[in-house]
């Protein structure tokens, strides 16, 4: 796949490079150049460096790897060339306390969606810290990491999955856009808990084979 990726920063270079590895195409935008160039120097595999806008000319997929703050501003002032591609957003709206930025409003994600009404978002790649995404693959306790995807056209579900799967990771069908919302609370409670608590989230919920309470013994 053709991918760009919007942003220079860790999130960029810990997908990116995974991706470059499995073959993919890779561009890096961002508004300093010297820092794309860099990005695309960390990914390597051929990545190549420019300007937002150029990093999205001929994408398939483009991953919006910015802070929430300035993502939505910079997916708007792109709509036009993002008209038809799969949008990956993997924003965090979290502040100060581990407060969900967006309130009772629309997601991030659905926010972007807004922006460019003719791309295709999901929702992706929210619930880790970057050193996760560096790892290949990352598997705990012998068990491959899932990750959710929300979002509403069929197809740019299944090119994320796709990605999901070259990080050897196992993609997570989470229902529609709307859900992406879902996933940021998710990410806003994880950090919470992690930062501010030292919890380990994975002792919060039972394994599968208990989630509806304990199997009767047999009789």
């Known amino acids: 796949m053709r991918i760009g990726i919007l942003g ?8 990116g490079t995974h991706w470059a590895r499995a073959g993919h195409r890779i561009a890096v935008g961002g508004r300093d150049l010297a820092a794309a160039r860099r990005a695309a120097d960390r990914i390597g595999g051929g990545a190549r460096a420019g300007g937002l806008r150029a990093a999205v000319a001929d994408a398939e997929v483009v991953l919006v790897a910015l802070p929430f703050g300035p993502s939505t501003e910079v997916v708007r002032a792109l709509a036009a060339p993002l008209a038809g591609r799969t949008l990956i957003d993997c924003t965090n709206p979290v502040g100060p306390g581990f407060r969900l930025l967006t309130g009772h409003g629309p997601s991030a994600a659905e926010q972007l969606a807004a922006a460019a009404p003719n791309s295709r978002v999901v929702k992706a790649f929210n619930l880790c810290h970057q050193d996760v995404w560096r790892m290949h693959p990352p598997v705990f306790d012998g068990r491959p990491l899932a990750v959710p995807l929300c979002g509403d056209d ?21 229902g529609p856009l709307a859900r992406a919302a879902l996933l940021e609370a998710t990410a806003a409670l994880f950090i919470g808990l992690w930062v501010g608590t030292g919890t380990d989230v994975q002792a919060i919920a039972p394994p599968l084979t208990h989630a509806f309470g304990p199997t009767p013994p047999a009789a």
């Open 154 to 174: 069929p197809a740019a579900l299944a090119r994320a999955a796709t990605l999901v799967t070259d990080l050897g990771c196992t993609p997570a069908p989470a």
């Open 8 to 15: 220079t920063g860790n999130m960029a270079d810990a997908l």
